[in-house]
């Protein structure tokens, strides 16, 4: 089986995929597509003076109406970059979409003028981004920050655009917002700074939610409330969310599916119980032994995946997993595995060790 | 706020203090006076003149005067121009010097500013280049060498403009400039600079991911924090202005207060001397705390306790 | 399919090697064409300077007065035989004359850079390591400094001394590159201080504090290695200022004393011929442009180099 094999492998059951799909809420949305995004063969590089690096690389997922799915992997995997593809916005120099094709609602966003884009960011795709402090313009007050796209997407007057701001603030949780209108973001704790950032990415009542890290950069209690804010307004709005973790645990009771990214890749792909009871890729192994569990010997250290992930600059064909696995044989080091069906046809592992004839059983 | 300006604006006072004791003190100790001619006065007559203007007192007591004078408004008469009082000296001069520094500033920041921005924006391409090399030639032309060559081109062989002097509108165009030159490459390099530091900004990225145009990003998010480092500048540049211009006063023969600088060191002529110091001090203290309050203004994340 | 496999050598991936903070800011800086440009032209004037009276073809005083009188007695264009560029109206070699002025120039740079430290780095650290009223003292002592118009008072200081054993020392040229010194140290010091400041919270400098290693061994050891790229950078950065302020107040006639020259006391003797003969300003001018342009580039450079993430910043 070639590495290029590997989309159509998805596409041999798309009736299974659509059946299996469980969050198909949303209806009220208006359709214009069976899945309201769907992301083919995705390569985003990097074109850095000490090479090209291949940050995402033949990535291929779909998302449906109102379903929130998990992107999940270590830092530098490609999922912060397969989140900012989506809708165009990874810094052009050094990095550029060089292959795949991205369609959301129907829409093929790779063909659309800048112009049309714009239309789609803010108002069709919404943002949460990962430290809420520094994605905050510090010279602005929070009021003009989240009035400014409702102004430019919705043409509200300015009293309308206030009102819905002040309506949004109520929503998200910030106290007296009336009075809060001009602060200014160090004005504001890290939660309620992420609160304003949630009333952002809702303001226009967007389809999608592109949500990267969300809580990472908050204090644990903080991080529970403002995931549990997030996981009631996209039920509220009916938005489907795109969840960016490197914690399987926040994916877990988030999401309905879950993507594993590894080096660039999907790894492995299935539904959050499936992944959870029987995982088959060595390296969501390790993310599940990572998480700290009750049942925990006291004076245990914490588990690691040791070693690091491999530079993306020229990967050779191999499993990109290999030098951190256990299980690893010569065919891991030949050739890399392509992401084919385990036990149903929707979970999908990129692994040579659990293929039907491999040596984990 | 006011506390922490009314403290900056009083601390000026002790500054003041020590610049004006250091300078006088480091003045009288150095040997002449200021009846030193090229003929020498007889002794009778420089004795007859100390005892005239004071100088025969012990140094501390010759400060106290003058000290308790200039806080009254009175710069003392001066050695040099000896029907002159300094006070006359300064009035005549200061409103043409202030002039000078305050038109070379506004082109400094209004033509350095909007060309770090321009070359920012057309990072890696010709404005980029365009800029860059306009703020090169500005930081390697010390500003006599920009005066001299502004001359010769524009005045002797253009003859578009007068080649010295101080009496209209076109008097003003080639000092200005000159005088701009270095602080337009300065302001031009930190604007560039900070505004590619702040395209990197994460905040630049949620305005993109807002669906704002370009043009709206870079003039409602990119501009305006782009200039708080550039603000930390304008103090150093507004000091060289200040101290910057008698050198083109001087090329220019422009009647300012500038020229009497050199003079008065040169000739001892103590009381114009204090005067001017404690003038120029002044005025780099004070534009340090307008700086200072421009800053706060631009920057909502500074209250100053 | 229990078969135990067999283990691979070599599995675990390692972090690339870092070669060391100042191997990786060499190869950043060799790739930075500016940077690269700055230093051929810093060795070019270093060389200049140092070996000035080695090369230059005729004795920078010499008055090649038979040649001006052949030319018709004023000034002798660039190209004249045995003049590349030229004289001054005394006949006086207008390329050794500018090669003594390089020797000025980087004497005046590493003098002044030499005080600027001396004064700099001691003040900032001890303000910076001890805090308190000593900090606020010496804070107070900049803002003086500060607050001095540091052209003038460097006029005031040379005017000042001029008769005195320090104002003739090294031709008249020690006091002022001391008076400028003087004036430009508060920079470092704030420098210094701040990074000392900042240093002073890092956990590497706890963790030695815990271990009880004495505070001059931290801030020799630990602090001002660290802190020291800033100070680097400072420095180049500062040598054109220094430069800048000699060739200005050589040109108002003070500081080098004739028959030496200084570019900017060519400058001023040329202005007077400035309109039939240009090259005797032009050619000065050209040396400062490249001067100051030189050290600029390589402090630009050095200072992406040393921090990457300020890169872009020039």
Same mark, same amino acid.
């Given at each position: 089986m070639t590495e290029s094999d590997s989309p159509t492998i998805i596409e041999v059951s798309p009736d299974d995929v659509r059946r299996a799909q469980t969050a198909d809420a949303g209806a009220d949305k208006g359709r214009k597509a069976d899945k309201l995004l769907s992301v083919r063969g995705l390569s985003t590089h990097f074109f850095t003076p000490d090479g090209v690096v *291949?940050?995402? %690389?033949d990535v291929t997922f779909e998302v449906g109406y109102g379903e929130t799915l998990g992107l999940v992997g270590e830092s530098g995997c490609g999922k912060s970059v397969t989140a900012l593809s989506i809708a165009r916005l990874v810094p052009d120099p050094p990095g550029k979409i060089v292959a795949g094709e991205i369609s959301f609602d129907g829409i093929d966003v790779l063909k659309l003028g800048e112009e049309e884009m714009r239309h789609l960011r803010g108002k069709e795709i919404g943002f949460i981004f990962q430290d809420p402090l520094t994605s905050l313009n510090p010279t602005l007050t929070i009021g003009y920050q989240i009035a400014e796209s409702i102004r430019q997407h919705m043409g509200l007057s300015q009293k309308a655009a206030r009102d819905r701001v002040v309506e949004l603030l109520t929503k998200v949780g910030i106290p007296r917002a009336k009075d809060r209108l001009n602060d200014y973001p160090h004005q504001f704790s890290g939660g309620m700074r992420q609160r304003v950032m949630i009333a952002i990415a809702l303001s226009c009542d967007p389809k999608l939610i592109l949500a #990267?890290?969300? @809580? @990472?950069? &908050?204090d644990v209690t903080i991080q529970a409330q403002i995931l549990e804010l997030i996981a009631q307004l996209s039920d509220e709005f009916s938005t489907a969310v795109l969840l960016i973790t490197h914690d399987l645990g926040i994916a877990a009771g988030m999401c309905d599916r879950v993507n594993v990214m590894y080096a660039g890749r999907i790894v492995e792909t299935g539904t959050v119980d499936e992944l959870f009871e029987n995982p088959r890729m060595p390296y969501s192994w390790g993310l599940l032994d990572s998480l700290p569990r009750l #049942? %925990?010997?006291?004076?245990d250290r914490l588990r690691t995946i040791e070693g690091l992930p491999p530079l +993306?600059? *020229?990967?050779? #064909?191999?499993?990109?997993f290999n030098p951190r696995c256990r299980f690893t044989r010569d065919i891991c080091l030949e050739r890399e595995p392509a992401l084919t069906p385990r036990? @149903?046809? &929707?979970? +999908?592992a990129r692994c040579w060790a659990t293929e039907p004839d491999g040596w984990i059983p | 706020m006011i506390s922490y300006l009314t403290r900056r604006i009083l601390w000026i006072i002790p500054v003041l203090f020590v610049v004006s004791v250091i300078t006088f003190f480091l003045m009288h100790s150095v040997p002449g006076g200021p009846w030193d001619r090229e003929k020498r006065l007889p002794a009778s007559v420089t004795t007859r003149l100390n005892a005239e203007y004071g100088l025969d007192q012990p140094l501390v007591v010759q400060y106290v005067r003058w000290a308790g004078d200039f806080v009254t408004g009175d710069l003392g008469p001066s050695y040099r121009y000896q029907d002159r009082r300094v006070n006359d000296i300064v009035a005549d001069g200061l409103p043409t010097t202030v002039q000078l520094g305050v038109m070379a500033f506004l082109l400094a920041t209004l033509v350095g500013i909007p060309l770090g921005i321009f070359a920012a924006l057309g990072h890696n391409r010709w404005p980029d280049y365009l800029s860059t090399s306009i703020s090169i030639i500005g930081i390697a032309t010390p500003s006599f060498v920009l005066g001299i060559l502004l001359i010769v081109l524009f005045s002797v062989q253009l003859g578009w403009f007068p080649t010295g002097g101080w009496k209209g509108p076109q008097y003003w165009v080639l000092p200005t400039v000159a005088l701009a030159g270095f602080p337009i490459a300065v302001i031009a390099r930190y604007t560039r600079a900070s505004m590619l530091e702040v395209t990197r900004k994460d905040y630049i990225r949620t305005a993109h991911s807002k669906g704002l145009a370009n043009q709206s990003v870079v003039s409602r998010h990119m501009i305006r924090n782009a200039l708080i480092p550039v603000v930390t500048i304008l103090g150093p540049t507004l000091a060289f202005l200040v101290t910057g211009s008698f050198i083109i006063e001087r090329i220019f023969n422009i009647p300012g207060v500038g020229q009497f600088y050199l003079n008065s060191i040169q000739t001892r002529d103590y009381s114009l001397l204090m005067a001017m110091t404690v003038l120029y001090a002044f005025a780099v203290a004070f534009l340090n705390v307008v700086v200072d309050i421009l800053y706060a203004y631009i920057d909502p994340r500074i209250r100053y306790s | 399919m229990a078969t135990v496999s067999r283990p691979i050598p070599g599995q675990i991936a390692q972090p690339r090697k870092s070669a060391g903070l100042w191997s990786d800011a060499f190869g950043r800086l060799r790739k930075n064409r500016l940077a690269l440009v700055g230093l051929v032209l810093v060795i070019l004037l270093l060389s200049v300077g140092l070996l000035g009276p080695v090369l230059?073809?005729?004795?920078?005083?010499?008055?090649d007065l038979p040649a001006v009188f052949a030319g018709g007695g004023g000034p002798l264009p660039p190209l004249s035989p045995g003049h590349v560029l030229g004289t001054d109206q005394l006949g006086r070699d207008l390329l050794s004359r500018l090669m003594d002025g390089a020797r000025i120039s980087v004497t005046v740079a590493f003098v002044v850079q030499i005080v600027i430290l001396g004064i700099g780095v001691p003040v900032g650290a001890l303000a910076g390591w001890f805090g308190g009223r000593l900090d606020n003292f010496l804070m107070r002592i900049t803002d003086v400094i500060y607050a001095f118009p540091d052209l003038l008072f460097i006029i005031l200081l040379s005017v000042a001394f001029r008769e005195t054993f320090f104002g003739q020392a090294l031709d008249g040229l020690f006091l002022v590159f001391f008076a400028i010194g003087l004036t430009s140290w508060v920079t470092v010091a704030r420098l210094v201080r701040g990074q000392l400041l900042a240093l002073k919270e890092t956990e590497f400098v706890e963790a030695a504090r815990a271990i009880g290693v004495p505070d001059r061994k931290i801030v020799t050891r630990h602090l001002l290695p660290n802190g020291i790229g800033p100070i680097i950078v400072a420095v180049t950065l500062g040598i054109p200022g220094a430069i800048l302020s000699e060739a200005t107040l050589a040109y108002i006639g003070i500081g080098v004393q004739p028959p030496r020259a200084s570019w900017g006391s060519l400058i001023a003797e040329g202005q007077k011929y400035v309109r039939s003969e240009p090259h005797l300003v032009v050619f000065p001018a050209i040396a400062i442009a490249l001067a100051l342009i030189s050290f600029t580039f390589l402090g630009d450079g050095l200072r992406d180099a040393l921090d990457p993430k300020l890169k872009g910043k020039q």
């Open positions: *291949q940050a995402v %690389d #990267d890290e969300p @809580t @990472t950069a &908050l #049942d %925990d010997v006291r004076g +993306l600059i *020229q990967p050779p #064909d191999a499993c990109r036990e @149903t046809a &929707l979970h +999908l | - | 230059a073809p005729w004795p920078y005083d010499f008055q």
